[in-house]
């Protein structure tokens, strides 16, 4: 079995970064379960353009998940 790490610490602001920002982390969907994928130079053009089209919210609402 290969050797495994924990790459990012599953405390709550790792998971808000994304919802505050989608932008900055969203990619085509084809690319969704490519581990191998790199980001564009110009990925806040492309995570703008993406977020609208898929329709992305930002969640900033902590009732969202803590009801």
Same mark, same amino acid.
């Given at each position: 079995? =290969?050797? /495994?790490? %924990?790459?990012? /610490?599953?405390?709550? $602001?790792?998971?808000?970064?994304?919802?505050?920002? =989608?932008?900055?982390?969203?990619?085509? !969907? @084809?690319?969704?379960?490519?581990? $191998?994928? @790199? =980001? =564009?130079? $110009? @990925?806040?053009?492309?995570?703008?353009?993406?977020?609208?089209?898929? !329709?992305? %919210?930002?969640? /900033?609402?902590?009732? /969202?998940?803590? !009801?």
């Amino acid at each position: 079995m =290969p050797l /495994t790490w %924990r790459e990012n /610490t599953l405390y709550m $602001d790792w998971c808000l970064e994304c919802h505050r920002a =989608p932008e900055r982390y969203v990619r085509p !969907r @084809q690319y969704v379960f490519s581990m $191998d994928y @790199q =980001p =564009p130079v $110009d @990925q806040i053009a492309l995570g703008e353009k993406l977020v609208k089209e898929y !329709r992305i %919210r930002k969640l /900033t609402s902590c009732s /969202t998940c803590h !009801r």
